[in-house]
């Protein structure tokens, strides 16, 4: 498979089209995906196929209108919700262009990480649709901080993805992970951390009309006493999946730079305002 994560870009489309189906977490409902080949440069679109005229709705950061607990993209004509693990998947698998036709609201979760849209990406294989190019630089740091949460875009002279968490619940506690795309591939050291939550919450966001569709089957979830549903994929998925979560956001800046990424106890919030700012570079 065609992958595209070091110092330049190939522009790059699935051989054939490939369905998915599962639940929304928050809303609950169940959702048909099928990603369609774009041979014709035109990015990463979504499209509503459940709604009149089929409105597309660009992946890009201008259009995040919403945040909480995942990343939603928002036009007049409709807004698609919880696109991070796709974007993720597709930006680690090297795919540059794609129609993503989609019936409902919110994107599925699958088994609550990315491997789920690896492995249909690879059933069907890549195809490069145009000519290499170099991908640009970052020149200054940017960084965003509120307290001692931040994240931060450093130069530096290959990508590199850093995050850190730290929970009260001693089965989390303070995590870090470095992810470097040139060394370890996205579909084997990123891809298969899934989404975790917290026991003590799972009421309070329910009673908000959140996490409608999740279940033990498609996140972590951890009590005081430790994980409700081991075992663990990794030591320490769950920075691992904020990191995924990161890479998802930030895909929203096409041809995104060369540089460190990092974060610390950040949010989609967050890292789409990081994603703003070098959007405007």
């Known amino acids: 498979m065609t992958t595209s994560l070091t110092a330049t870009i190939i522009p790059t489309t699935l051989t054939s089209a490939v369905t998915?189906?599962?639940?929304?977490?928050?809303?609950?409902?169940?959702?048909?995906?099928?990603l369609?080949?774009?041979?014709?440069?035109?990015?990463?679109?979504?499209?509503?196929?459940?709604?009149?005229?089929?409105?597309?709705?660009?992946?890009?950061?201008?259009?995040?209108?919403?945040?909480?607990l995942s990343t939603e993209l928002v036009t007049p004509n409709g807004s698609v919700r919880t696109v991070e693990h796709l974007l993720a998947a597709l930006w680690g698998g090297g795919v540059t262009d794609i129609l993503i036709e989609v019936d409902g609201g919110e994107m599925p979760l699958l088994d609550g990480s990315a491997i789920?849209?690896?492995?249909?990406?690879?059933?069907?294989?890549?195809?490069v649709i145009g000519e290499e190019y170099d991908r640009p630089v970052l020149q200054e740091p940017i960084w965003i901080h509120e307290g001692d949460i931040f994240v931060a875009a450093i130069p530096s002279i290959e990508l590199r993805f850093s995050y850190g968490i730290d929970f009260d619940l001693n089965a989390i506690g303070n995590q870090w992970h470095s992810w470097s795309p040139a060394i370890e591939p996205f579909s084997s050291a990123i891809a298969p951390a899934r989404t975790f939550g917290l026991a003590h919450q799972i009421e309070q966001l329910q009673t908000a009309g959140?996490?409608?569709?999740?279940?033990?089957?498609?996140?972590l979830v951890c009590g005081p006493e430790g994980w409700i549903n081991p075992p663990l994929r990794f030591?320490?998925?769950?920075?691992?999946?904020?990191?995924?979560?990161?890479?998802?956001?930030?895909?929203?800046?096409?041809?995104?730079?060369?540089?460190?990424?990092?974060?610390?106890?950040?949010?989609?919030?967050l890292h789409t305002q990081l994603a703003q700012k070098l959007v405007a570079l």
């Open 20 to 34: 998915c189906q599962g639940v929304g977490l928050h809303s609950g409902e169940i959702t048909t995906v099928t």
């Open 36 to 68: 369609i080949p774009a041979i014709d440069r035109s990015g990463i679109r979504f499209v509503r196929s459940d709604l009149p005229d089929r409105p597309e709705i660009p992946a890009q950061v201008n259009l995040v209108q919403q945040t909480m």
């Open 116 to 127: 789920e849209w690896i492995k249909a990406i690879q059933s069907v294989g890549t195809q």
């Open 210 to 219: 959140l996490i409608k569709g999740g279940s033990l089957d498609n996140a």
């Open 235 to 269: 030591a320490n998925e769950p920075v691992r999946h904020k990191l995924l979560d990161l890479i998802g956001d930030l895909s929203l800046v096409a041809d995104l730079p060369i540089a460190h990424y990092l974060a610390y106890k950040a949010s989609h919030r």
